[in-house]
Antibody, heavy 119, light 107 residues
Framework: QVQLQQSGAELAKPGTSVKLSCKAS????????IDWVKQRPGQGLEWIGY????????YYSEKFKGKAAFTADTSSSTAYMLLGSLTPEDSAYYFC????????????WGQGTLVTVSS | DIVMTQSPTSMSISVGDRVTMNCKAS??????VDWYQQKTGQSPKLLID???NRYTGVPDRFTGSGSGTDFTLTISNMQAEDLAVYYC?????????FGSGTKLEIK
């Protein structure tokens, strides 16, 4: 069955970086997008962007350009998101989701990784 | 960016009620709208994609409709397990954008 397993919670200091992982299983990793979504505690969902492991192509919402960077390791079926220059506003849950296009929704989600930025 | 405006922000409902919530896009998004359900402490769950396509395993009391700029999610015969926040999302053009959510609470 399709699963997306995300890495554990992170506590980071302002100005540093964290690298989150999303390990996929149960499907062909290179055939689907990995989309990333941010959710601050008690707040709504915010789409960050995607990576397509099939060719490494990516897209970032304007707000996250320079903040997030996606990579994918096809040998381990794992997608990564590097969040840099952390500020308290980056404290949030970050979800990965398997994306299709053509109007199909995000049917599979990871469990989320909580990032807390605090000095 | 396309703005997705959801209404109402919250609703107090009773088990057995019929619930209707709305999502309005700031420009034409065709039928490229999904609806997600998020319960406290959980990841979002896909209910509806392509505006009206009920995802596998989703109970038929959930119905999506609309096209263009106006979309609706209806829950007939509300159940206690349906208490959650519901989000719409457009996937017609990048960046994808979510509505701010409609929270269902027990009256």
């Amino acid at each position: 069955q399709v699963q997306l397993q995300q890495s554990g919670a992170e506590l980071a200091k302002p100005g540093t970086s964290v690298k989150l992982s999303c390990k996929a299983s149960g499907y062909t990793f290179t055939s689907f997008y990995i989309d990333w979504v941010k959710q601050r505690p008690g707040q709504g969902l915010e789409w960050i962007g995607y990576i397509y492991p099939g060719n490494g192509g990516s897209y970032y919402s304007e707000k996250f350009k320079g903040k997030a960077a996606f990579t994918a390791d096809t040998s381990s079926s794992t997608a990564y998101m590097l969040l840099g220059s952390l500020t308290p506003e980056d404290s949030a849950y970050y979800f990965c989701a398997r994306g299709e296009r053509g109007g199909r929704g995000f049917a599979y989600w990871g469990q989320g990784t909580l990032v807390t930025v605090s000095s | 960016d396309i703005v997705m405006t959801q209404s109402p922000t919250s609703m107090s409902i009773s088990v057995g009620d019929r619930v209707t919530m709305n999502c309005k896009a700031s420009q034409n998004v065709g039928s490229n709208v999904d609806w997600y359900q998020q319960k406290t402490g959980q990841s979002p769950k896909l209910l509806i994609d392509k505006a009206s396509n009920r995802y596998t395993g989703v109970p038929d009391r959930f119905t999506g409709s609309g096209s263009g700029t106006d979309f609706t999610l209806t829950i007939s015969n509300m159940q206690a397990e349906d208490l959650a926040v519901y989000y719409c999302m457009q996937s017609n053009s990048y960046p994808f954008t979510f509505g701010s959510g409609t929270k269902l609470e027990i009256k």
